[in-house]
Each structure stands twice: as C-alpha cells, then as structure tokens.
C-alpha cells in the first residue's frame, strides 16, 4: 500500500515513472502492484526550495526496519531515475491508522 504522492518541478515521463516504480518496489522488497506514485508537476513553492517534495504514506503496521526500506528506496530510485541529488527531494512520511482508510467504499482495517 505504500503511496507517494511527488510534487515536482521535473518532467517525469510515463515511461520514467514506470521504471521509478519498478525500483521502489524492487528496493522495498514489494510488487510493483503494491505500490503507487502520484506525480503533481509544476507545483508552486516559496521559501526553501525542492525539486521533488514527496508526502509518502503507508500502513502503520510497517515495522520500522521496512520504513526506513521503504523511505529510502524511494528516494533512490528518484534520485536514480531523475538524476536529482538527495539535497534536491524531501520525502516526508505519514503512517495511516487502522480505520483511517476507505478503499472501495468499506472501511480499511488492519
């Protein structure tokens, strides 16, 4: 179920966001059906700058060991893919409470 949505000031390609996802999920140790990646492009942004701003989420049944696996093969295969310096993406993560997702119209629970 891990999802990110990316806001990005890149042009990601379909066929470059196929293959981030294919590395992300290749990374996270998970099928590539498991995962999905939103791209918002030309987003506008003040203050700090990032090239790509990522509001990843995922069940909080995760233990910590597959976050950080998740995380950070995330940011690897962006980093790969769009050849953006880690400097350059800020991925921030937000754990889903059982009950806190509707999928289908039912009431998700873990």
């Not at 059906?33 to 701003?53: H, R």
């Not at 049944?61 to 950070?72: R, S």
């Amino acid at each position: 179920m891990p999802l990110a949505n990316v806001f990005s000031k890149i042009q990601i390609s379909r066929q470059t966001l196929q293959v981030i996802v294919t590395d992300w999920a290749k990374g996270a140790e998970l099928d590539t059906d498991d995962v999905t990646i939103n791209v918002i492009p030309e987003f506008m942004q003040e203050g700090m700058n990032y090239s790509l701003l990522v509001n990843l989420y995922f069940r909080s049944l995760w233990p910590e060991d597959d976050v950080v696996k998740i995380q950070t093969s995330l940011v690897k295969a962006l980093q790969c893919n769009l050849k953006t310096p880690s400097d350059e993406i800020l991925v921030i993560s937000c754990p889903v409470q059982s009950g806190h997702m509707v999928e289908n119209g039912d009431i998700v629970k873990w």
